[in-house]
C-alpha cells in the first residue's frame, strides 16, 4: 500500500535540505582526507547480515551508537542510549525497570526486538523480555553498539520481529592498567566501577565490576489522581555485577573469546499505577560463552559459538486474604474452606535458562560473491509456580538454519538475499526471507530497497501462561490472572523499506533517511475474558486475561538520522522519526469485536544531540529529545514532552595517570512522566569521576 502523502511530504523537504547542503559543500575549497575520515566512510558492521559489511552495501537500516555518542549523551543506564536510534522509543517502566521498543506498541514487557551483548541473547522467556538492569556489563565495557531499526528475523532469528541490537563491548586489548569510576546524584544514585585489563602469556583478558543502587522514584499516588493519597514508590534497589571477558590467540589461524559473568541484587517492581503494589524483587543471573573462530584462509572463516545464560528473580509480598481481596476472614472461610492465611501476591518469580550453539561459516567465492551460512540449536526452560501454574516446568528446543548472500555484479550495485528457517514443535518449520538490492550512484550515495516477511514464534511464557494466586496450604486457586486458553500461532510482520544513505567527507558527515511499510498481523495480545469450563474455578473472580492471535496493526512512515561534524571542535547528532500507525486490537471476545487504536505508536520523535570541545580539555554537549502523546499498552495515555540534557566534562592528567570529572544534567525542562503517571521524571543530576591507571 502507498505510504501517506505526509511522508513524502516529509521526504521531499529532506531532499531539499540535501541539496542545499550539497551545494554548500561543493562550493567549500577540496580537503585532504584523513585517515580517520577514511575508516569513518568504510565503518564496517556485521549485526545485519553476520557478513562484514560496508555500511552502503547492507540491506537494512542501521544506527551505529559509538563510544563518542555514549559519553556525549550523558547516559546514566544503557537503555537510555537507544532515545539516540530514529523510530525507537526507551522509557522507565519504574525506576530501575525499562522498556525498549522500535516504532511503538510498548508495554511493560516489550518483546519483539532481539539484544545481544557480543553475539549472545539476553531475551529472558520469563517474561518475554529483556532486564535491562541486570545485563552483566556497565556502560564503561561497551565500545559501540549496532542497532538494527527494522525486523531482522533472518539474520537473528524470531525475537529479532521489529528490530536487534548488538552491544559490542571492549575487546580486552583496546585498554590497559586499572580503570576506577563512580557516579553519585539524583534519587540518592551511587555506582562504582572498577576495571582491571592485563595480559598472561597468549591470553588478553579484562575484569570488571560494578556496584549500583537507588532509592527510587519517590512518591507517588494510585492511578496518578491527585484526591488520593501520596505513597513512597518503593521502586529503588541495588545490584552488583562481575564480568570477564579473554581472548586467547595461540597461533595466527585459531582465537578464543570467552566471557563469564554474573550479576545479583534486588530491585522494586510491579504496578507503578499503583504504589502499593510495588514489591522487592531479588535477581540472580550468570553467563558463560565460547567463540572460537578459526581462519581457514584469508577468504574462508568458520566460528563455533556456545553460550549459557541463567537468570532467576524471587518476588514476594506476603499478605492476608482477606486484606488482598477486601473481604471478611470468614468470607474467606465460607469460599475456600481454608482459614484466612498469608499469600504471596507477587508475580515476576520463577527461573529460565537458556542453552545455545551455533556454526557459522562464511567465505568469498569469488571478488564479486560472498556467502554466510550456518546452523544453531537453541534450547531454553522456565520455571515458575506463580507464572506457568505450580509445579510446573516446560522446555523448547528451536533448531535454526541460516544464510546471507552477497553478490556485487558491478561497482554500482550490491544484492543481498538472506533467509532463516526455524523449526520446533510448536510452530513447525517456518523461513523468513529478505532481499536487499543496493545501487551507488557515487562512491558517496546509495539508493537502497528490501522486501521481507518474518515469523516470530510465541515465548515460553505466552505460550503456557497460567498466573494465578494460590493457598499455600493445598494449591488451591484464589484467582487466575491471566492463561493460554488455546495454541497460540507464530506473529507475521511484512516490511517494505526503500532509503539513501549520503556521506560528505569534507564535513566528516552521513546522513541516512528511510521510508518504510510495516504490517502485523496474528499478533499476541491479552484480552479480558470469562475462564473456560475446564479450568479450576477460582475462588474470586470468573474473568481474567487470555493470550490470543487476534491483534494486527500497520505503521508506514520515515526515519532519518544525520551525523555531521561541521567545525573542528564541534559535531551533532540528529534522529528524527514519523510514524503514521493504525490497528486493529481485540477487547471484547465475546462480542468478537475489534477497536481500532491509532496511539500507539508516537507520530513524532526527535533527538538531537551537540557535542563541542572548548579546548583545555573541556568538553560539553547538549541533548534535546521531543516525543509526542502515546498510549502505552497496561500503561498510561502520555502527552508529548520535551526533554533536555546537559553535560559538561573536563580531563586531567596526573603522572602517568588520566581522569574526567564529569557533571550531567538530565531533563531541565518541565517534568513529564515515562510509561505511567507516577513515573514523574524532573530535573535529575549526577557527578562522574573515572581515572585510568597505566
Same mark, same amino acid.
Given at each position: 500500500?502507498?505510504?501517506?502523502?505526509?511522508?513524502?511530504?516529509?521526504?521531499?523537504?529532506?531532499?531539499?535540505?540535501?541539496?542545499?547542503?550539497?551545494?554548500?559543500?561543493?562550493?567549500?575549497?577540496?580537503?585532504?582526507?584523513?585517515?580517520?575520515?577514511?575508516?569513518?566512510?568504510?565503518?564496517?558492521?556485521?549485526?545485519?547480515?553476520?557478513?562484514?559489511?560496508?555500511?552502503?552495501?547492507?540491506?537494512?537500516?542501521?544506527?551505529?551508537?559509538?563510544?563518542?555518542?555514549?559519553?556525549?549523551?550523558?547516559?546514566?543506564?544503557?537503555?537510555?542510549?537507544?532515545?539516540?536510534?530514529?523510530?525507537?522509543?526507551?522509557?522507565?517502566?519504574?525506576?530501575?525497570?525499562?522498556?525498549?521498543?522500535?516504532?511503538?506498541?510498548?508495554?511493560?514487557?516489550?518483546?519483539?526486538?532481539?539484544?545481544?551483548?557480543?553475539?549472545?541473547?539476553?531475551?529472558?522467556?520469563?517474561?518475554?523480555?529483556?532486564?535491562?538492569?541486570?545485563?552483566?556489563?556497565?556502560?564503561?565495557?561497551?565500545?559501540?553498539?549496532?542497532?538494527?531499526?527494522?525486523?531482522?528475523?533472518?539474520?537473528?532469528?524470531?525475537?529479532?520481529?521489529?528490530?536487534?541490537?548488538?552491544?559490542?563491548?571492549?575487546?580486552?586489548?583496546?585498554?590497559?592498567?586499572?580503570?576506577?569510576?563512580?557516579?553519585?546524584?539524583?534519587?540518592?544514585?551511587?555506582?562504582?566501577?572498577?576495571?582491571?585489563?592485563?595480559?598472561?602469556?597468549?591470553?588478553?583478558?579484562?575484569?570488571?565490576?560494578?556496584?549500583?543502587?537507588?532509592?527510587?522514584?519517590?512518591?507517588?499516588?494510585?492511578?496518578?489522581?491527585?484526591?488520593?493519597?501520596?505513597?513512597?514508590?518503593?521502586?529503588?534497589?541495588?545490584?552488583?555485577?562481575?564480568?570477564?571477558?579473554?581472548?586467547?590467540?595461540?597461533?595466527?589461524?585459531?582465537?578464543?573469546?570467552?566471557?563469564?559473568?554474573?550479576?545479583?541484587?534486588?530491585?522494586?517492581?510491579?504496578?507503578?499505577?499503583?504504589?502499593?503494589?510495588?514489591?522487592?524483587?531479588?535477581?540472580?543471573?550468570?553467563?558463560?560463552?565460547?567463540?572460537?573462530?578459526?581462519?581457514?584462509?584469508?577468504?574462508?572463516?568458520? !566460528?563455533?559459538?556456545?553460550?549459557?545464560?541463567?537468570?532467576?528473580?524471587?518476588?514476594?509480598?506476603?499478605?492476608?486474604?482477606?486484606?488482598?481481596?477486601?473481604?471478611? =476472614?470468614?468470607?474467606?472461610?465460607?469460599?475456600?474452606?481454608?482459614?484466612?492465611?498469608?499469600?504471596?501476591?507477587?508475580?515476576?518469580?520463577?527461573?529460565?535458562?537458556?542453552?545455545?550453539?551455533?556454526?557459522?561459516?562464511?567465505?568469498?567465492?569469488?571478488?564479486?560473491?560472498?556467502?554466510?551460512?550456518?546452523?544453531?540449536?537453541?534450547?531454553?526452560?522456565?520455571?515458575?509456580? !506463580?507464572?506457568?501454574?505450580?509445579?510446573?516446568?516446560?522446555?523448547?528446543?528451536?533448531?535454526?538454519?541460516?544464510?546471507?548472500?552477497?553478490?556485487?555484479?558491478?561497482?554500482?550495485?550490491?544484492?543481498?538475499?538472506?533467509?532463516?528457517?526455524?523449526?520446533?514443535?510448536?510452530?513447525?518449520? !517456518?523461513?523468513?526471507?529478505?532481499?536487499?538490492?543496493?545501487?551507488?550512484?557515487? =562512491?558517496?550515495?546509495?539508493?537502497?530497497?528490501?522486501?521481507?516477511?518474518?515469523?516470530?514464534?510465541?515465548?515460553?511464557?505466552?505460550?503456557?501462561?497460567?498466573?494465578?494466586?494460590?493457598?499455600?496450604?493445598?494449591?488451591?486457586?484464589?484467582?487466575?490472572?491471566?492463561?493460554?486458553?488455546?495454541?497460540?500461532?507464530?506473529?507475521?510482520?511484512?516490511?517494505?523499506?526503500?532509503?539513501?544513505?549520503?556521506?560528505?567527507?569534507?564535513?566528516?558527515?552521513?546522513?541516512?533517511?528511510?521510508?518504510?511499510?510495516?504490517?502485523?498481523?496474528?499478533?499476541?495480545?491479552?484480552?479480558?475474558?470469562?475462564?473456560?469450563?475446564?479450568?479450576?474455578?477460582?475462588?474470586?473472580?470468573?474473568?481474567?486475561?487470555?493470550?490470543?492471535?487476534?491483534?494486527?496493526?500497520?505503521?508506514?512512515?520515515?526515519?532519518?538520522?544525520?551525523?555531521?561534524?561541521?567545525?573542528?571542535?564541534?559535531?551533532?547528532?540528529?534522529?528524527?522519526?514519523?510514524?503514521?500507525?493504525?490497528?486493529?486490537?481485540?477487547?471484547?471476545?465475546?462480542?468478537?469485536?475489534?477497536?481500532?487504536?491509532?496511539?500507539?505508536?508516537?507520530?513524532?520523535?526527535?533527538?538531537?544531540?551537540?557535542?563541542?570541545?572548548?579546548?583545555?580539555?573541556?568538553?560539553?554537549?547538549?541533548?534535546?529529545?521531543?516525543?509526542?502523546?502515546?498510549?502505552?499498552?497496561?500503561?498510561?495515555?502520555?502527552?508529548?514532552?520535551?526533554?533536555?540534557?546537559?553535560?559538561?566534562?573536563?580531563?586531567?592528567?596526573?603522572?602517568?595517570?588520566?581522569?574526567?570529572?564529569?557533571?550531567?544534567?538530565?531533563?531541565?525542562?518541565?517534568?513529564?512522566?515515562?510509561?505511567?503517571?507516577?513515573?514523574?521524571?524532573?530535573?535529575?543530576?549526577?557527578?562522574?569521576?573515572?581515572?585510568?591507571?597505566?
Amino acid at each position: 500500500m502507498p505510504l501517506s502523502h505526509k511522508c513524502w511530504q516529509i521526504a521531499g523537504l529532506t531532499a531539499l535540505i540535501l541539496l542545499s547542503d550539497i551545494s554548500i559543500v561543493v562550493a567549500q575549497e577540496d580537503q585532504l582526507l584523513t585517515e580517520s575520515d577514511l575508516i569513518e566512510d568504510l565503518q564496517i558492521v556485521q549485526s545485519a547480515t553476520r557478513l562484514e559489511q560496508q555500511i552502503k552495501d547492507i540491506p537494512a537500516s542501521i544506527t551505529i551508537i559509538d563510544r563518542k555518542l555514549i559519553e556525549a549523551s550523558g547516559a546514566v543506564n544503557i537503555a537510555d542510549l537507544f532515545r539516540l536510534v530514529p523510530g525507537f522509543q526507551s522509557y522507565q517502566v519504574h525506576a530501575n525497570a525499562f522498556g525498549v521498543v522500535s516504532h511503538g506498541q510498548g508495554d511493560a514487557h516489550p518483546g519483539r526486538l532481539e539484544v545481544m551483548i557480543d553475539g549472545r541473547s539476553v531475551y529472558l522467556p520469563l517474561l518475554s523480555t529483556v532486564d535491562w538492569s541486570a545485563l552483566g556489563i556497565a556502560l564503561e565495557d561497551i565500545n559501540h553498539i549496532e542497532v538494527i531499526r527494522g525486523s531482522n528475523v533472518p539474520t537473528q532469528g524470531s525475537n529479532a520481529f521489529l528490530g536487534a541490537i548488538n552491544i559490542i563491548t571492549r575487546e580486552p586489548l583496546q585498554d590497559q592498567g586499572v580503570t576506577f569510576s563512580t557516579t553519585y546524584g539524583s534519587l540518592n544514585t551511587r555506582e562504582h566501577y572498577l576495571r582491571h585489563n592485563g595480559k598472561i602469556g597468549e591470553l588478553d583478558y579484562r575484569l570488571s565490576a560494578n556496584y549500583h543502587r537507588n532509592h527510587g522514584t519517590g512518591l507517588g499516588r494510585e492511578d496518578g489522581e491527585s484526591e488520593n493519597p501520596e505513597q513512597l514508590m518503593e521502586d529503588g534497589g541495588e545490584i552488583s555485577q562481575l564480568n570477564f571477558r579473554g581472548t586467547y590467540t595461540p597461533n595466527l589461524t585459531d582465537s578464543f573469546d570467552i566471557q563469564l559473568g554474573i550479576s545479583s541484587g534486588q530491585f522494586g517492581v510491579g504496578n507503578a499505577a499503583d504504589p502499593a503494589e510495588l514489591y522487592p524483587r531479588d535477581v540472580d543471573t550468570s553467563h558463560q560463552q565460547l567463540i572460537w573462530t578459526r581462519q581457514l584462509s584469508q577468504s574462508n572463516e568458520l !566460528k563455533l559459538q556456545v553460550y549459557h545464560n541463567y537468570h532467576r528473580w524471587k518476588h514476594t509480598n506476603q499478605v492476608l486474604e482477606s486484606e488482598f481481596f477486601g473481604v471478611s =476472614p470468614d468470607t474467606v472461610q465460607a469460599l475456600t474452606g481454608q482459614p484466612d492465611q498469608l499469600v504471596d501476591t507477587a508475580l515476576e518469580d520463577g527461573t529460565t535458562e537458556r542453552f545455545d550453539a551455533e556454526l557459522e561459516h562464511s567465505i568469498m567465492i569469488d571478488g564479486d560473491n560472498r556467502l554466510v551460512w550456518g546452523a544453531g540449536a537453541r534450547w531454553e526452560s522456565l520455571e515458575s509456580d !506463580k507464572l506457568i501454574g505450580a509445579g510446573r516446568e516446560v522446555d523448547e528446543l528451536m533448531l535454526r538454519l541460516f544464510g546471507n548472500y552477497e553478490w556485487k555484479p558491478t561497482t554500482a550495485w550490491t544484492f543481498n538475499a538472506g533467509a532463516m528457517l526455524e523449526r520446533n514443535d510448536l510452530i513447525g518449520t !517456518k523461513l523468513s526471507p529478505r532481499l536487499g538490492a543496493n545501487w551507488h550512484l557515487s =562512491p558517496d550515495f546509495t539508493l537502497r530497497g528490501s522486501i521481507s516477511q518474518s515469523f516470530r514464534t510465541p515465548s515460553l511464557l505466552e505460550e503456557n501462561q497460567f498466573a494465578n494466586l494460590s493457598i499455600p496450604s493445598n494449591g488451591s486457586i484464589l484467582d487466575l490472572t491471566s492463561y493460554t486458553p488455546k495454541e497460540l500461532s507464530p506473529e507475521r510482520v511484512r516490511t517494505y523499506e526503500v532509503g539513501f544513505i549520503h556521506t560528505y567527507p569534507q564535513w566528516h558527515s552521513s546522513l541516512d533517511l528511510k521510508l518504510y511499510l510495516e504490517e502485523v498481523d496474528n499478533a499476541i495480545g491479552d484480552v479480558r475474558v470469562e475462564i473456560e469450563p475446564g479450568i479450576e474455578n477460582p475462588a474470586f473472580g470468573n474473568a481474567a486475561f487470555a493470550n490470543t492471535n487476534e491483534d494486527s496493526w500497520r505503521t508506514q512512515g520515515l526515519d532519518l538520522q544525520w551525523r555531521v561534524q561541521p567545525w573542528d571542535h564541534t559535531w551533532l547528532h540528529l534522529a528524527y522519526a514519523y510514524a503514521d500507525a493504525e490497528g486493529n486490537y481485540l477487547r471484547r471476545p465475546l462480542r468478537n469485536e475489534l477497536f481500532f487504536r491509532n496511539d500507539r505508536v508516537p507520530e513524532h520523535s526527535l533527538s538531537a544531540l551537540v557535542n563541542h570541545d572548548f579546548g583545555n580539555d573541556v568538553e560539553g554537549s547538549l541533548a534535546f529529545y521531543r516525543q509526542t502523546s502515546v498510549d502505552w499498552f497496561k500503561g498510561s495515555f502520555l502527552p508529548a514532552y520535551s526533554r533536555l540534557d546537559a553535560r559538561i566534562a573536563k580531563k586531567f592528567h596526573y603522572g602517568k595517570s588520566e581522569g574526567v570529572v564529569e557533571l550531567v544534567v538530565q531533563n531541565l525542562l518541565s517534568e513529564y512522566t515515562e510509561f505511567e503517571v507516577n513515573n514523574r521524571f524532573d530535573t535529575r543530576t549526577f557527578v562522574r569521576f573515572k581515572l585510568n591507571f597505566f
